[in-house]
């Protein structure tokens, strides 16, 4: 393949010095995701795969090894450069939803255009448009509180997609969620990857949730034990 990876790390790891401790959370870590993919990262708690979620979102920088996103190396960014790289190529949706309780769907949605400097006009149709392709076009106007725990994760997910990022990265994403909620809401990634061609890397614990996709990569102990097709297929 020719084309840029959206993702590329190589040789990555990641120390955390507390004290006289030394905790090594990556070791060496290798992985590439093409444009187009749906994978899920999983493993055991303490496996490594919130620093790994961390290190791909730039939310936090490798003590070693190389890191690109959409072929832009991130090591050596300032805490400006960062920022930008992550408001404008990586849609984060989060267990929690993080949503502001006295905003509207539309004003949450289009938080990130706010930053970006979009004019109003512009920030309400694309987040209009955001918010018709997770199916809440019905509930511009609602606040958090007017809403179900899966419609406000809909509106997570339509925030994350309003920039139009190189990458969905979903922590935990039906954490939050009864099974049936739950299970709607990766439908919706499914069919935003299959219909759209919405890059997407899920975290999670659950296998259920892992083997709806079509790659599972999983960590023990800071390394990458096993990178493939979901066991018993997607």
């Known amino acids: 393949m020719s084309e840029t ?15 006289a401790e030394r905790i090594q959370a990556l070791r060496s870590v290798d992985l590439v995701v093409q444009k187009g993919e749906l994978l899920a990262i999983i493993g055991p708690s303490g496996s490594g795969k919130s620093t790994l979620m961390n290190v791909i979102g730039a939310l936090d920088t490798p003590s070693g090894g190389s890191y690109q996103i959409d072929g832009q190396a991130v090591s050596g960014l300032s805490d400006d450069q960062l920022a930008q790289v992550r408001n404008q190529k990586i849609g984060f949706v989060f267990q929690s939803f993080n949503l502001l309780p006295r905003q509207s769907a539309l004003d949450n949605v289009a938080l990130p255009l706010r930053y970006a400097g979009y004019s109003r006009a512009e920030r309400r149709a694309k987040s209009e448009r955001a918010l018709r392709r997770v199916d809440l076009g019905d509930r511009l106007g609602h ?59 899920l975290v999670t614990h659950d296998p259920q949730v892992a083997a709806r996709t079509r790659r599972v990569v999983t960590l023990v102990d800071g390394r990458v034990v096993e990178d493939g097709p979901p066991k018993g297929g997607s």
């Open 5 to 19: 990876p959206v993702i590329a790390l190589s040789g990555v790891s990641r120390v955390y010095e507390l004290g």
């Open 143 to 201: 606040t958090p509180e007017q809403l179900s725990g899966g419609q406000k994760q809909r509106v997570a997910i339509a925030r994350a997609l309003v920039t139009e990022p190189a990458i969905l990265l979903a922590d935990e994403p039906t954490g939050a969620l009864d099974q049936a909620t739950g299970k709607e809401i990766i439908e919706l990634f499914l069919r935003l990857n299959r219909e759209e061609g919405v890059t997407v890397v």
